[in-house]
């Protein structure tokens, strides 16, 4: 049994050391104009500095090119896959049949992974990718676990499989939507998608020959939330994914906060180590998921669902209320420095005296939680009650009776 890598999206470089430190053991990241998620804060400099920072500690830095191109995109793709090259990226994610010939003609030795954009629900499919000389194949996310244990078992041998195992999922399928493009003139598959479907909307029937008559169809107060989908999560199915041999579990979010990729990371990380010891001394049934699905349920979520994984029947997908879970933690902050006896935070969200905040440690899911009893202006060192976040970087001092390392996130109990 080989452990799966664990793979964390990276939005920017600072998420990517956030990563990194809370365990993933590789990212993906875009380029600012040719993946689905070009409001990332990652630019040209910015990847090639994580490329860097990944490399110097035993990591990999995946770069998606995966949007649907048209012909006058292609200049821009060519000079991007020879800078990908030359800035040592480990992979290309890309799902365009033209850009992966592209990157083929422009950079033979480059490893191809095909996204769950190109929509792989089979083996054969899976296969055409292989002779096609892609190293790895991103599975639609609409896969069951029968289906994916089929292609598990008979996929040519030096072909890697990487599923998502949490995050956003689309409404469409495996994201294929002009829905954004329609409502916004923002293009999902040209990486710009306004997230229309979380909107909220208003239902309304109209008489053919009245067309100023209007019934109210299925909406309350806060009209409806049809096309709103839960958030994926196969915490629970760790063994199962593990056993099948998948090469790489990949958890969705690049325009998250830290304090959401620490939290997910980090409580997948704990989940795969430990599962991994048991399945080596054959104890795989003494899994229990319990401790991890509580530190997910920390982080905001339109509500946690299966999808497919369990039953293709599954109606348990849409969040038709429109709101998100967790109302009792937020993020606090993170570690900057310690100076003595007093810690250096970065805030993320108000902080007063009398706070209880919790530290998300790197190797434990044990809580150790404090009450804020002191705070010191940054500047001046006086003390003070309470502090809001205002310029980006708005620091404080506080007083914490753990030991705590730079770069750690705080979460703070409503």
Known sequence: MKKPELLAP??????????FMYGADA?????SK??????????SDTLEDTIKYAHSIGKKVYVALNIYAHDEDYEEIEKEVKRLTSINA???????????????????N???????????????????WNDYGAKRVILARELSREKIEYIMKNKPEGLEIETFVHGAICYAYSGRCYMSKYLSNRCANLGDCAQTCRWQYNVYATEVNNPESRINIDFDEKGTYIMSSKDLCLIKRIPDIITMGISSLKIEGRLKTDYYLATVVRAYRKAIDDCCELIKNNAADKYDYTEYLEELSKVKTRGLSEFYYIDENNQDILDLDGQSDNVEYEYAGKVIDNLGDLTVIEIKNKLSIGDKLDILYIDSLEIKEFEIKELYNIDNNEKIDTINPGKKGQLVKIKIPYEVSKGLII????
């Open 411 to 414: 979460r703070r109990k409503k």
């Open 27 to 31: 990212v993906y990241a875009g380029t």
């Open 10 to 19: 990276a939005g920017s470089l600072d998420k990517a050391k956030i990563a």
């Open 110 to 128: 480059m490893e191809i992974h095909i996204s769950t954009q190109a929509n792989t629900v089979s083996l054969h499919a899976a296969k055409f």
């Open 34 to 43: 040719l993946s689905l998620r070009t409001r990332a804060e990652m630019n």
């Open 90 to 108: 480990d992979a290309i994610i890309a799902s365009d049949v033209g850009v992966i010939a592209k990157i083929k003609e422009i950079s033979p």
